[in-house]
């Protein structure tokens, strides 16, 4: 007994980086060691059209081109009357991990967004939108190297696997307090599961019997209304030019999440499972965005900075990993640019004229620390948006991104991946709109 308790608490300190990771094919929507604790791996915000310009968004609007942008609920406003824009989008990625002397791959494609919105009065506009928050993916192994235990008992390989997923639901209005100034508010609704699994597997070298294996099973389950506001100013407007600012507020907080767990018998001391049930401390961090957008009939270009307060919403809140070594939160900032270009909106002849080109960049910090390293994102992004007939905004998206997360060094796991996504931007004239004159 004493000796499987001590395969138990080694392998609770075992879960450190470097591991051997595996991969394959399967439901999971991201690949990552870094998804171990927290909600796991964000997603980049918005629709196809800005994620290919690095992600911006906080200060578009764009009412005459009639898209939709959910990052900002006080764009809505921005939707003309009598109009209608439906969104949905499809999503590849390729993960390439490595470190110091393995490397392995993992590719996934899923439905990614869906969304809508539309005018219900003048200066007032309605949006709709699901998309995924975060994803939990990973795969992986780690031997214990405690002599006492390799020496007693033989080889003790610790198996840890996690999946999961957690999407909002936003719904809100946008309104146009007065001329070029708007406001909006989103009632978001997280929701999603998150399972996460550790098997210890014993090989004995001395005879005399073997030992089953250890397993724990851990779900979580997240479910909660949260807020965000947002406002948007026009400091230019006029016929060849548009400048706006923005600015939102996304509520965070405690997520109040079901937990559930299965543990080895053997924590407690008898030959039964035991099973918790318990409400989860998991929470996220307020974030704040600001950003810029210029744009004319021919070019846009825009700016955001995003800060994230994670470290006080989990103050005091640490992972034990190894001896001396922590998973834990911090505050983040991400920072995002982008440009795109229309040659010509209303060229009849040329086709590749009323293509819209579009490349951007992200730099983003991840809200834990690894043993003190800090983790951190850095990507380009290219797009294009193919127009389906002249005169009307509707699009098919394509965007491609391509990425790098963590590094090598202070044994650490490098990640690079690519994702490619593909959208359909659809605008239409809505004829329920308009005030019946006849009965």
Known sequence: MQI?????????????????????NSSINTFSPYTLYGVGSLSTQGTGNLRGMGGVGVAYRDGANITFNYLNPASYSAI??????????????NFYLSDAQRKTSYNTFNIRDI???FPIAKNLGFGFSLTPYSSVGYRMESRIEDDAIV?????????????????????GLGYQLFKNFSIGVDAI??????????????TSIVGGGGYADTQAHMSEKVSRFMMMAGMQYNAISNQNRILTLGATYQMGGNLKSTYSQYVPSDYYGSDTTFLAFRTSDLAIGNKYAAGVFYQTGMIGAGLDYTFADWGSRNRGRAHAISSGGYVRYR????????????????????YMRRVSYRVGMRYEQDYMTYHGNTVDTKAVTVGMGFPVRIGIPSKLNLGLEYGQKGKTS?????????KFSIGLMLFGDDYWFYKQKYD
């Open 4 to 24: 499987r308790k001590a395969v138990i608490y080694a392998a609770a300190g075992a879960l450190a980086l470097p591991l051997t990771l595996t991969a394959q």
């Open 80 to 93: 003309p009357r009598n109009a209608f824009v439906f969104n949905i989008e499809l999503e590849g990625q």
């Open 115 to 117: 969304g809508l919105s």
């Open 151 to 171: 020496g007693g008992i033989g080889d003790a390989v610790m198996k840890y696997s996690g999946s999961g997923d957690i999407n909002q639901f936003k719904m």
């Open 189 to 202: 609704y997280y929701h999603g599961y998150i399972d996460r699994q550790q098997n210890i597997t014993i």
């Open 331 to 350: 505050n983040t900032n991400t920072v995002s640019a982008g440009f795109e270009i229309t040659p010509n909106r209303m060229d009849y002849r040329r």
């Open 410 to 418: 202070n044994n650490m796991i490098k990640a690079n991946y690519f």
